[in-house]
Each structure stands twice: as C-alpha cells, then as structure tokens.
C-alpha cells in the first residue's frame, strides 16, 4: 500500500526573514493607522504626514493623497526598522528591549531628525500629551516588532534542534 503522507504536499513554513519582513509591514501600517486616530483625536500634535514634509511640495501632502503616501513611506520605513531589530536584538528575551528599541526610535525621530521635519516642533516646545502619547506609540510599535521578532527566533531555534534530532 502506498503512502501518500508525502512533505511536499504541504506548504513550506514561511523563511525567518519574510516573517521579519511581514512583521514590520503590519507593524508599520497598524501603528501608523494608530498615529493618525491620535493625532485627529489631538491626543498628539504630531501628524504621520509629516513624514512627507522634508521631500514634497504642495498642499497635497496634508489631504487623503498625503496620508496614502505618508503610509506607504511608514510602512517601508517599518520594514527597515524591523530588519534593524532583527539584525541587533533579535537574540535578546523579554518584552524590555523592544520598548527600549521603541525608545530608541523615539528619541532618533524627536532629537536626531527633528531639523528636518519642519512639521515637529523642537522637544522643549511640544505639549505634554504629544510627548507621552509618541513615548507610548513608539514603545507599543517596538514591543510588537521586538516580541514578533524574538518569539519567531525562539520557536525557530526550537524546530532546529528538533530537526537536528
């Protein structure tokens, strides 16, 4: 009798960096769906467009155009972070290192590259729910990109040993 239980019939389990991929592309578009309820909330002064601000001219940039645009350059923006957590922290356990990442990422966008969003008022003159609400996104964004990340490294490193069994 034969068997037809054969491994091929099943999909192959998706590579560790598409997942690395896949993870920044929904973290980066959630979080930035998440940036713009706060913002029309005004629980934050600081728009996703401003994204956009440094490189395109024009009134469009703040209509529906604007915030597709903004969403797609947060998105890929999204991927690289993701691809840079994998690259650095990707080994590191525990929830603390992706705030700390999310940190991280907050103070590059609010001290480093604030002169060149002219949409991002300096630190000393932004409001106080603007600053604890971007504190809060940005480490929320870094907790689901360094958990995704380092719960797939684990459950990887998990099946490799079972594999070399």
């Known amino acids: 009798m034969k068997n037809d239980l054969h491994l091929d019939h099943y999909p192959k389990p998706m590579?560790?960096?598409?997942?690395?991929?896949?993870?920044?592309?929904f973290g980066g578009f959630f979080w930035s769906i998440i940036g713009y309820i706060a913002y029309y909330f005004n629980f934050t002064e600081v728009s996703p467009n401003?994204?956009?601000?440094?490189?395109?001219?024009?009134?469009?940039?703040?209509?529906?155009?604007?915030?597709?645009?903004?969403?797609?350059?947060?998105?890929?923006?999204?991927?690289i972070s993701a691809f840079v957590y994998y690259a650095v922290l990707r080994k590191l356990k525990?929830?603390?290192?992706?705030?700390?990442?999310g940190l991280v990422l907050f103070l590059i966008v609010f001290f480093v590259l604030n002169p060149i969003?002219?949409?991002i008022k300096p630190f000393t003159e932004l409001s106080r729910n603007t600053i604890i609400t971007s504190i809060c996104l940005y480490m929320l964004y870094g907790?689901?990109?360094?958990?995704?990340?380092?719960?797939?490294?684990?459950?990887?490193k998990v099946q490799d040993k079972e594999a070399s069994t």
């Open 15 to 25: 590579s560790f960096l598409m997942m690395v991929f896949w993870t920044g592309l």
């Open 143 to 156: 907790t689901f990109i360094g958990y995704s990340i380092n719960y797939e490294y684990e459950i990887s």
């Open 50 to 79: 401003v994204i956009l601000e440094p490189w395109a001219l024009g009134d469009w940039k703040y209509g529906w155009l604007g915030k597709a645009i903004s969403l797609i350059f947060l998105v890929m923006v999204s991927i």
């Open 94 to 101: 525990g929830l603390w290192f992706g705030m700390g990442f």
């Open 117 to 119: 969003f002219p949409g």
